[in-house]
């Protein structure tokens, strides 16, 4: 069993800067691909970025240029690095982590960008 928790998401003001972090439990970290997703309130789950077991990288159209999605191996451990955020940013943030049919989720962090 894989275990996902993420931490350092609150409140920031437009403009502002949030690192959310990750950290997974086992051996499985290594050989997965890790991503963050977001549910803002009445949408749906979508990917903000993702990041392979190789490092490869793929943001969706709203993060790129903002967000940095990084993970160290060592530690098991994914961040993502947001800048200029903005109130559509705001969401509960999930990390994933999902090899072939595996696939398992954090228990999300809340993002407020309000002024």
């Known amino acids: 069993q894989v275990q996902l928790v993420e931490s350092g998401g609150g409140l920031v003001q437009p403009g502002g800067s949030l690192t959310l972090s990750c950290a997974a439990s086992?051996?499985?970290?290594?050989?997965?691909?890790m991503g963050w997703y977001r549910q803002a309130p009445g949408k749906q789950r979508e990917l903000v970025a993702i990041?392979?077991?190789?490092?490869?990288?793929n943001y969706a159209d709203a993060a790129k240029g903002r967000f940095t999605i990084s993970r160290d191996n060592a530690k098991n451990t994914v961040s993502l690095q947001m800048n200029s955020l903005k109130p559509e940013d705001t969401a509960v943030y999930y990390c994933n982590a999902r090899k072939f049919s595996l696939v398992y989720w954090g228990q999300g962090t809340q993002v407020t960008v309000s002024s």
């Open positions: 086992g051996r499985f970290f290594s050989i997965a691909d």
């Open positions: 990041i392979t077991s190789g490092g490869s990288t």
